[in-house]
């Protein structure tokens, strides 16, 4: 069983900052691509920010030079640190990780349930 669990959720005003964090649980042989997606209401789930093993980054146009993406190997956490926070920011943020369970097996897709981004006045 493999858990991605997503932190850092909330409410704030524009112009304000977040960070949210994901952690990968259970078996894991290696991750490789590790991104951020968010879905607002009545809205598609699009790609905020995404991080290949080697740390090369891509962003969305609507988040560039706001919003930082990282990622630690070793504890198996990837983050968004979010800043500049507008109204249209505001979705429910969810983790993506594809990964190999297991030495040899195919690349498996997994989701975190989702933290809700609120940004208001």
């Known amino acids: 069983q493999v858990q991605l669990v997503e932190s850092g959720g909330g409410l704030v005003q524009p112009g304000g900052s977040l960070r949210l964090s994901c952690a990968a649980s259970?078996?894991?042989?290696?991750?490789?691509?590790m991104g951020w997606y968010r879905q607002a209401p009545g809205k598609q789930r699009e790609l905020v920010a995404e991080i290949t093993s080697g740390g090369r980054i891509n962003y969305a146009d609507s988040v560039k030079g706001r919003f930082t993406m990282s990622r630690d190997n070793a504890k198996k956490m990837v983050y968004l640190q979010m800043n500049s926070l507008k109204v249209e920011d505001t979705a429910v943020y969810y983790c993506?990780?594809?990964?190999?369970?297991?030495?040899?097996?195919?690349?498996?897709?997994?989701w975190g349930q989702g933290t809700q981004v609120t940004v208001s006045s």
């Open positions: 993506n990780v594809n990964m190999q369970r297991y030495s040899g097996s195919s690349l498996q897709v997994h």
């Open positions: 259970g078996i894991i042989f290696s991750i490789n691509v």
